[in-house]
């Protein structure tokens, strides 16, 4: 028999879908024990961090995962043996009961091995068993967890919902589903609706209405089906200067002294989001704990308003103007004339000047935009990590989804490379980092990292990344020896390496194709 007749077989073939659900009948089994124990080894991680981050001994040190242990009877813990594990017969033949016990066994998990293996059948054969039918088998058997896990615990894993985004966005990289352009819209603008609604909801009754973990579903369906396309329209609103060319003085003169405004809020976030990301870590500890919240305060962007550190004295609106107010101030505070740092105008200066280059460069239009944006959540990323040596989220998959969007018409590059880049950005990094990791029983690079790329990779695509990673890693190994020649940093200790990421985005963003012929020539 011709193995093509089932990994090729079209739509409507006979075989192939007998086979998809006998396949599926097994699938179904493992997508039980997915379902039980993926929350369970999320808790024991959660308990371990909260452990760790008090102090005390880790409460869970053995091993669990999705492999070991071997499955046994929740009451007397007899161990499942191969012939009590055939799906839906093992379970008739015991009447649904124990071998040793006679516990009653659910009849959930002979229903959900059924399910799987009728949704199987019915998938290839609509679809056929090649890539975009196998494609959709692979998002139904991520599906169906989530969706049992949602029941079970109220919660999305995001181990399982991730895979079903980037999967859909590949199968609809030929628009097998739905058009790519569609399938990216839809997605950003799924989880960006979402999150707008339960934010207005929030701010009205103090409560959560929707959990991030539904903002993610909500995208993911949206990546396969592309159904929200026609309202995510709605969010393509008219920009400011849209007719402005490339090296237009007026544009570019006020794009420097809009960047100039964004900088001093750019000190802000850079400052509160560290902030507000550990305030919330140490509640969620304490809550977890049964102990009273060590936070109750409003503490975010906006609230409160700004204050000298020293002296408490709150910042008037005359103190704050950029960079003119810390030169008529002498850099000092105007009530206890502490040290103001020069960091502050620095940033502002740098913000104003890169938004005046970015406009010039690129025009105001949606190009110029964006990558105004893009140059911006970079400064902050770049200050964030060299403070904490961390990247957050809520700046690095903004920057990968306007990625995504300035690329669904191929303004930098085709939407398909950008897709791909996104995806070979993230595996790239998580693969070095796992591997260092392995070899060296240490955490080398953190997950802020990979996102950071992928972000790159969603604008420049997949053939810019090895230009990024040479560049950045190039100029990290020079910063960082020098360092430790000048004793400024210890040989083992760790240095942030999203700042050189941030200057290799920028350096690809205006000068993108030299830059990589130059840099992969020398390489070849």
Not at 117 to 136: C, D, I, K, N, Q
Not at 191 to 218: C, D, H, P
Not at 412 to 441: E, K, N
Not at 443 to 457: S, T
């Amino acid at each position: 028999m011709q193995p093509d007749l089932f990994l090729f077989a079209a739509p409507a073939t006979v075989a192939a879908t007998i086979v998809a659900a006998l396949f599926g009948v097994l699938i179904g089994s493992f997508l039980n024990v997915v379902a039980h124990r993926l929350p369970i080894m999320s808790q024991r991680e959660l308990d371990n961090y909260i452990a760790d981050e008090s102090g005390k001994e880790l409460p869970h040190q053995d091993v669990f995962n999705l492999m070991t242990p071997r499955s046994r009877c929740p009451h007397c813990g007899h161990r499942i043996t191969a012939l009590e594990n055939i799906p839906i017969l093992s379970w008739l033949v015991l009447r649904g009961k124990c071998s040793q016990c006679k516990a009653p066994i659910s009849a959930r998990y002979p229903l959900v091995e059924a399910i799987t293996g009728l949704v199987s059948a019915a998938l290839v054969w609509h679809f056929g068993s090649g890539w975009p039918g196998l494609a959709v088998l692979g998002g139904a058997y991520l599906l169906i967890p989530i969706l049992l896990i949602l029941l079970d615990t109220r919660t999305i894993a995001d181990d399982l919902v991730y895979p079903l985004l980037w999967l859909g966005l590949l199968t609809n990289l030929n628009g097998f589903i739905a058009p790519l352009h569609d399938a990216v819209f839809s997605a950003f603008a799924a989880y960006m609706v979402l999150w707008t609604v339960n934010f207005l909801l929030e701010q009205l009754t103090r409560k959560s209405f929707i959990g991030n973990g539904l903002f993610k579903l909500a995208a993911a369906a949206s990546a396969w089906t592309g159904w929200l396309a026609i309202p995510a329209a709605l969010f393509a609103l008219p920009a400011p200067f849209a007719d402005a060319a490339p090296a237009s003085v007026f544009a570019s003169v006020g794009a420097g002294l809009v960047g100039l405004l964004i900088g001093s809020f750019l000190n802000v976030v850079v400052h509160r989001l560290p902030i507000m990301d550990q305030r919330e870590i140490d509640n969620y500890i304490a809550y977890q704990a049964g102990t009273a919240l060590p936070h109750q305060d409003r503490f975010d962007l906006m609230v409160p308003r700004s204050r000298c550190p020293h002296c408490g004295h709150q910042i008037t609106a005359l103190e704050n103007i950029p960079i003119v107010s810390w030169l008529v101030l002498r850099g000092k505070c105007s009530q206890c004339k502490a040290p103001i740092s020069p960091r502050y105008p620095i940033v502002e200066a740098v913000t104003g000047l890169l938004a005046a280059a970015l406009v010039w460069h690129f025009g105001s239009g949606w190009l110029g935009l964006a990558a105004l944006a893009f140059g911006c959540i970079l400064v902050a990323l770049t200050l964030i990590d060299y403070d904490t040596k961390t990247l957050p989220d809520v700046l690095t998959y903004p920057l990968l989804w306007l990625g995504l969007l300035v690329n669904l018409n191929g303004t930098l590059v085709p939407l398909r490379d950008a897709v791909i880049g996104a995806v070979a950005g993230y595996l790239f990094l998580w693969t070095v980092s796992r591997l260092y990791r392995m070899v060296r029983g240490q955490i080398g690079m953190g997950e802020g990292d990979f996102k950071l790329l992928a972000g790159f990779g969603a604008w420049f695509g997949w053939s810019m990344l090895p230009a990024l990673i040479l560049m950045s890693a190039g100029v990290g190994s020079v910063v960082g020896v020098a360092l430790i020649l000048f004793r400024r940093i210890r040989p083992e200790q760790q240095i942030p390496f999203g700042p050189y990421l941030a200057g290799a985005g920028i350096i690809a963003l205006f000068y993108g194709t030299p830059v990589m012929r130059l840099l992969l020539g020398l390489t070849v």
